[in-house]
Structures are given as structure tokens and as C-alpha cells.
């Protein structure tokens, strides 16, 4: 009787990771300061290094992408966003921060669990081309050609982006979660596929505005989470954060049809810098 598990033949055959793209982790705690306080500082000393050591991102345990950022507000007083092939090892590393000699004085207060992913409404090149068509373009026109060839040239690079994405130097960084509605009469679900890959290409030439300001990876998180999807935000000044969730909160896709669950706003830190900033074993 197998109980469950896989044979260690079966064992074998199956692997954790995805055909394409990583898994996906935010991961938010607090520090309980009355275990903080009751504690000695030679085991907060020993807590820190341990909590460095899980968090260094150019460690031996690391995951493929790994990012500390300290939280505004009371929801949370720092966070973690973790990417890799293999959820275990994204879990591990919150498995080591619980064992470490602070372990006891952290709470987990949220988490999001999701995938990279390739969205359905990016255009292929035929998709592309058409588009350009019915836009006004000539197919037999230099000017098509040579926005076709960019584009073809260019996709490859964004759905690598997509899927295995590096983290870009900008130090605000904001999470949430988000479904898209299925109520009666707004039901995304519902709706052909053209009428909802219009309203997110209006949605998309609004993030547009921002470039160079804002970098955003959505990853998905239906059958794996409560939301269906999680949406990461980096931003040279955290103004630019609110001005692009509000400037796209008109569009179509967003205003009718679009839910969205808590926001995790914070800023980019070394897990030494959190640490100072949340004031556990300051150094002086």
C-alpha cells in the first residue's frame, strides 16, 4: 500500500518544476517584540546571523531570485518576494527563518503563493501584424516591415521576462492580489475573447505611460491561491506607484471588472538593513 506517496520508482518521474517559468513567493512577517524583549542579545546577536544568512541572496541556499524589503504600516514589518524552479527550496527559506534563533519572535501575517506565467493576451506576430493592418498600416510598406522585425526581435526578450524576470534596481516595491469578476452581468469569464483582449490592450498602453518609472510582473496564482492573480510593482519614487494604479483603475479592464485584495507597499533592503530599521539587535 503506497499510502499516498509516490514509489521512490515514481519519485524518480516527478519533478516540482514547471515546464517554463518559476514558481512564485511574497512572503510578509511581524516581530513579536514581547519574545524580542524577553530575549538575551547574545541569542539576537546569534538570530540576526541566522536570519542574514537565510535572507543573502547570493548565498549557497538562495533561491534563483531573492528580494528583502521593509514594510509600511502595521500590516507587516518586512517582506520577502522568492523565485525559483522549485517551491521547496522557496519554502526552505522560510523554513530557516522560523528555525533560526529569532524564529520564535517572527509571525507570518500573509502570504501569496503563484507561478510565472505568459499571458494569453500578449500578441503572437501574426496577432501583431493584423493589429498593424487594422490600424491604418500597409503591409507592403517599409514602415510595417520594420515594425514587425522589432517586434519578432523583441517578444522573445519580454516573455523571458515573464517568466524567469530579474529584479530591477528600484528601491519601492508594491504587492497585491487580484481576481477579475464573475458576477452577474460582469463576467470576465464570459466575455468573448476579443472583447477582453481589447479592454487589455487599452489596459497595457496605460502601464506604457510609465515606462522607465514603474516595472510591474504579473504572476498567476489560480489554482494555487484565494486570488487568481498577483501583481508586483517597482518604482523609482513610491509616487509612481500611486500614480499608475490609479491612472489604471479607469480602464475598462479594471474599473467593471477587476477585485483587488490587500496592498503591501514597501522599499528594497539588505536583510541586515531590515533588521536595523525594525530595531532587532541594532548595531551601534
Not at 534563533?101 to 501569496?112: H, M
Not at 505611460?209 to 496564482?221: D, H, M, P, R
Not at 486570488?227 to 479607469?250: C, D, H, S
Amino acid at each position: 500500500m503506497s499510502h499516498g506517496r509516490p514509489t521512490s520508482e515514481q519519485s524518480q518521474e516527478v519533478s516540482l518544476e514547471p515546464l517554463e517559468g518559476w514558481h512564485c513567493s511574497h512572503l510578509y512577517y511581524t516581530f513579536d517584540r514581547v519574545v524580542l524583549a524577553a530575549m538575551t542579545q547574545a541569542d539576537i546577536r546569534e538570530g540576526r546571523l541566522g536570519v542574514e544568512a537565510a535572507l543573502d541572496a547570493d548565498g549557497p541556499e538562495a533561491t534563483t531570485r531573492l528580494q528583502t524589503s521593509v514594510i509600511s504600516g502595521q500590516k507587516a514589518d518586512f517582506g520577502l518576494m522568492l523565485m525559483d524552479p522549485n517551491p521547496l527550496k522557496i519554502d526552505a527559506v522560510h523554513q530557516r527563518l522560523m528555525a533560526s534563533k529569532l524564529g520564535p519572535a517572527l509571525r507570518p501575517v500573509y502570504s501569496f503563493v503563484s507561478m510565472t506565467e505568459i499571458s494569453e493576451y500578449v500578441p503572437t506576430v501574426e496577432q501583431y501584424s493584423k493589429k498593424l493592418i487594422e490600424d491604418g498600416d500597409e503591409e507592403s510598406s517599409p514602415a510595417f516591415k520594420a515594425k514587425v522585425k522589432a517586434y519578432e526581435t523583441r517578444l522573445p526578450l519580454m516573455n523571458r521576462h515573464r517568466l524567469t524576470p530579474d529584479f530591477p534596481a528600484s528601491p519601492a516595491t508594491c504587492f497585491y492580489p487580484m481576481n477579475k469578476k464573475r458576477k452577474v452581468g460582469e463576467n470576465w469569464f464570459t466575455l468573448p475573447f476579443a472583447e477582453r483582449n481589447r479592454m487589455m490592450a487599452e489596459h497595457a498602453r496605460s502601464g506604457m505611460e510609465f515606462a522607465g518609472k514603474v516595472s510591474q510582473l504579473i504572476t498567476v496564482g489560480v489554482g494555487l491561491e484565494d486570488w487568481e492573480w498577483g501583481v508586483t510593482l517597482w518604482a523609482r519614487n513610491p509616487q509612481f506607484l500611486k500614480e499608475i494604479v490609479y491612472r489604471m483603475r479607469f480602464d475598462e479592464a479594471s474599473a467593471r471588472y477587476a477585485e483587488f485584495g490587500p496592498f503591501y507597499t514597501g522599499y528594497v533592503k539588505t536583510p541586515a538593513e531590515m533588521l536595523d530599521h525594525c530595531r532587532v539587535g541594532m548595531k551601534t
